[in-house]
């Protein structure tokens, strides 16, 4: 089977991952029964509930549908979980994700956006530029764009906008017409189990342009990675300042919290763009962006009125609390090289002011291999506060703890704090600038913290 129009009825588990759920909503709209289980009940799987796909909480045969197309399954979900044991062991039909997101995009033209970190926000972008534009998508995204408040939405233009995602090489199930390469740096080791093997998956990844193909690639990326294109595959650079590249941002400013710049590419040149998501990072991948629109033949107007009203991703560089005592940014960094960008960025919106950070390091296997590079990152903050390292898929690794960062931090203000204790410190202290960044569930932390300040300021 590899063809989506025959599946009525379909079943996830692992319902309420970023990534799933926006395939739940895919069959959905296309009027298949869809249910799922996840094994804890978040805004996410609420909004899933609330537009009529029903979920349960505990691993059950009782619970599961007998009468099922498909069962998906998370590469997060374990062999032995009870439910994928049953399917599997029943002759159902039962595939990953990334086998799901192969059959939608046999038959469209796709904008993969694939990197170690910055490809959710790159692909929204592409997303809303696509969407604000008229010209028409369908996204299938790693993250709550602001604008819609959903990662997925459908168009009747068969293009399909997907964020590529790298871990247990996922996206080399994708066939890309326009592919991004935002970032390759070493993650995923406990799949990978060297630096080298995931710039591998990166050089296949770009191997699977289509003829006639696109490859928008980060002009920073080490110049040794040799990406695998056909010789019809075109190729461009981008970069957020540097004249290295084909395509970059220049004359940039702020103004009242909003960024203020150009972009200058070798054939063509935007003037007067405008962005409100922090982080000039974002800048870059606002570049990004606006590069894959151009080559799509949207135009300047288009491409300059749709990112003026782009209100980001959700826990990407977004303001939770935001008044003139204190200003809350969540995030979803849970990597070096993204905390290095965040905590630049927010230096780049409020200099000389002193950052607090509160990190939640998310897998026992990513904290022992990146330790020394999450310390120094961590470094550029004034004051950071540790939490306990996120599980998510993994069991403890013995001797790997916050503890470990800390230990290789040369800031001697660094604290290792429970999540309550965390935030009785910060509900005391007030610090004014405060970011809180991490992938596991610290977003529930930062929820409670937002419900309790003075001002109850949902920015």
Request: proline share 3%.
């Amino acid at each position: 089977m590899s063809s989506t129009s025959t599946i009525s009825s379909i079943y996830f588990i692992g319902i309420g991952g970023i990534g799933m759920s926006a395939l739940a909503r895919y069959f959905k709209s296309r009027g298949a029964q869809v249910s799922g289980y996840d094994k804890t009940e978040t805004a996410l799987t609420r909004a899933l509930v609330n537009e009529g796909i029903a979920i349960h909480y505990h691993e059950s045969l009782e619970l599961i549908p007998k009468e099922v197309d498909v069962v998906v399954y998370t590469p997060a979900i374990p062999a032995h979980h009870a439910e994928r044991v049953f399917y599997e062991s029943n002759g159902y039909r039962v595939v990953k994700r990334s086998d799901i997101l192969q059959w939608i995009t046999e038959h469209s033209f796709n904008i993969c956006v694939a990197g170690t970190h910055g490809k959710t926000t790159v692909s929204t972008m592409i997303a809303h530029l696509l969407r604000d534009s008229q010209y028409g998508c369908n996204a299938f995204l790693g993250g709550i764009a602001a604008n819609y408040q959903t990662n997925f939405w459908s168009s009747e233009r068969e293009v399909a906008v997907i964020e590529a995602d790298e871990y247990d090489r996922s996206f080399l199930k994708l066939s890309p017409d326009i592919a991004v390469i935002t970032a390759v740096d070493a993650d995923h080791l406990d799949i990978y189990g060297t630096p080298e093997e995931v710039e591998k998956a990166f050089v296949e990844f770009s191997g699977r342009l289509k003829p006639g193909g696109i490859l928008i690639k980060q002009q920073g990326i080490a110049s040794h990675i040799r990406f695998s294109t056909a010789a019809s595959v075109a190729s461009v650079t981008y970069s957020g300042q540097s004249p290295l590249a084909q395509v970059y941002a220049t004359n940039i400013r702020v103004e009242a919290g909003t960024y203020h710049f150009d972009i200058t590419g070798t054939s063509y040149a935007i003037q007067g763009l405008q962005l409100s998501m922090g982080g000039l990072h974002n800048i870059e991948n606002a570049v990004a962006a606006v590069t894959v629109a151009h080559q799509l033949g949207i135009s300047d107007d288009a491409i300059r009125s749709a990112l003026a009203n782009f209100k980001g991703v959700k826990r990407r560089f977004e303001y939770r609390i935001q008044t003139s005592e204190q200003v809350l940014i969540d995030d979803y960094a849970h990597h070096p090289e993204e905390l290095k960008a965040l905590i630049t960025g927010v230096k780049s919106i409020f200099p000389g002011k002193p950052i607090t950070l509160v990190f939640q390091p998310h897998l026992f296997s990513r904290t022992r291999d990146l330790c020394t590079a999450f310390a120094a990152s961590l470094d550029l903050a004034d004051e950071v506060i540790l939490l306990p390292i996120y599980p998510a898929r993994e069991l403890p690794i013995e001797g790997v703890t916050s503890e470990m960062i800390r230990n290789h931090m040369k800031n001697e203000q660094v604290h290792i704090f429970s999540k309550a204790e965390c935030k009785t410190w910060i509900e005391q202290a007030q610090p004014a600038v405060l970011v809180m960044a991490g992938a596991g569930d610290i977003d529930q932390l930062i929820q409670e913290i937002v419900n309790n300040h003075p001002s109850q300021t949902h920015a």
